[in-house]
DNA sequence: CACATTAGTGAACAACTGTACACAACGGTG
DNA sequence: CACCGTTGTGTACAGTTGTTCACTAATGTG
């Protein structure tokens, strides 16, 4: 697994992946691989299962670090950033799997995302941040701020990770987008539907 | 490129796709290849170019029909789909060259999404639509309101296109993400920054 | 320690891959 | 018609692929 995650992270695509390049990268013969995995489609779910545990490592370090409500978005987009850098190729492969060849691995990305989105509404809720939104609202303002943080993961994963300067664009922009859903919450139900 | 939009919307994922695979699809000799493109980067290239031409026809589309603002985003999000539904194979491609292997091919589409915002924000202020917005806001706007469009085109591409409840679903949903975030437009001022 | 399970090995196979080359059919222009 | 640039063909080759099988090394439990 860490094999293929290496050669994701230096620009592979998972679906051009073969069992043979992957065994070699481990340093490993390749009927090895069979002990562990059925096909790369295997491999692949089970990769998804470890970037559930990615996620949610990032799910508690921001709500032990953010504090105050009005830095809220600032520290958030942080240490998504942050955690981005700290897991490079496990990022790849969730950008790619978003539209990747196997289904099962498609839905189970999708699923996490799912999930993340929940868990964030349960942390606003918790917050008293959302008060005037029902559930549904508030579910669909997460599930678009997931979305909107999902797609700059792509910008992210396009710059050299030591371009600091359009880092802190994206972060900056990424920044200003939750903002401007969050302006559009606020005032969700004053426009009527 | 006829044959590899095919295999694309069959399933299969671009960079996995091989030189003979796709000359056996096209119902030519392997050799044949070289006399159009020097790789499988150079056909996804010209792709790009193509699919640039694809998101034109529907901006054209959206600007000709979209006669009142009160129904412009029933009407986009409408024509969106059913655009996608009619060249699922190019926007299969689009979605899977994001995050592809190919930099140059993800420069592209990168790119194209660029122009189609800057595009929207013209036609924008053209319906004056957004008079208390800055040029900056209104682009930064515009950027969102694709990116959410494209992410939206992956949950519309995971479901069968015959399946019209799962895609009526996708479609009120990405209007109310669009209505939030317009929402979010008009007070934007307000809120102070 | 002895034993059973798990992980890794090496050789072998047919099938497939990208690419090179010299050659043939085609289509339009003079 | 003759000519030439473009597209397509057939053959060839060395390298890679997934998967099989019988084998050995390592591991942890009684």
Same mark, same amino acid.
């Given at each position: 697994?860490?094999?293929?995650?290496?050669?994701?992270?230096?620009?592979?695509?998972?679906?051009?992946?073969?069992?043979?390049?992957?065994?070699?990268?481990?340093?490993?013969?390749?009927?090895?691989?069979?002990?562990?995995?059925? %096909?790369?489609?295997?491999?692949?779910?089970?990769?998804?299962?470890?970037?559930?545990?990615?996620?949610?490592?990032?799910?508690?370090?921001?709500?032990? %670090?953010?504090?105050?409500?009005?830095?809220?978005?600032?520290?958030?987009?942080?240490?998504?950033?942050?955690?981005?850098?700290? %897991?490079?190729?496990?990022?790849?492969?969730?950008?790619?799997?978003? @539209?990747?060849?196997?289904? @099962?691995?498609?839905?189970?990305?999708?699923?996490?995302?799912?999930?993340?989105? #929940?868990?964030? @509404? %349960?942390?606003?809720?918790?917050?008293?941040?959302?008060?005037?939104?029902?559930?549904?609202?508030?579910?669909?303002?997460?599930?678009?701020?997931?979305?909107?943080?999902?797609? #700059?993961?792509?910008?992210?994963?396009?710059?050299?990770?030591?371009?600091?300067?359009?880092?802190?664009?994206?972060?900056?922009?990424?920044?200003?987008?939750?903002?401007?859903?969050?302006?559009?919450? @606020?005032?969700?139900?004053?426009?009527?539907?």
């Amino acid at each position: 697994m860490n094999a293929a995650l290496t050669l994701v992270g230096k620009g592979r695509h998972f679906a051009s992946l073969g069992i043979r390049e992957v065994t070699r990268q481990a340093g490993v013969v390749p009927t090895s691989f069979y002990r562990h995995f059925r %096909n790369m489609d295997d491999l692949g779910l089970q990769l998804v299962d470890e970037l559930g545990l990615v996620l949610r490592r990032m799910m508690r370090e921001a709500r032990e %670090n953010v504090l105050q409500a009005d830095k809220l978005m600032d520290e958030s987009v942080g240490i998504f950033i942050s955690h981005v850098q700290a %897991n490079r190729s496990f990022f790849f492969f969730m950008a790619q799997g978003l @539209a990747g060849e196997s289904r @099962a691995v498609q839905e189970g990305i999708r699923s996490e995302l799912r999930f993340f989105a #929940s868990e964030l @509404a %349960n942390d606003l809720r918790r917050l008293r941040l959302a008060d005037h939104l029902s559930d549904a609202e508030l579910e669909m303002t997460c599930d678009l701020i997931v979305r909107t943080v999902a797609f #700059s993961l792509t910008d992210l994963l396009g710059v050299s990770p030591d371009d600091d300067y359009q880092i802190d664009q994206i972060r900056k922009r990424t920044t200003r987008f939750l903002q401007l859903i969050f302006v559009g919450a @606020a005032h969700w139900k004053s426009e009527g539907t």
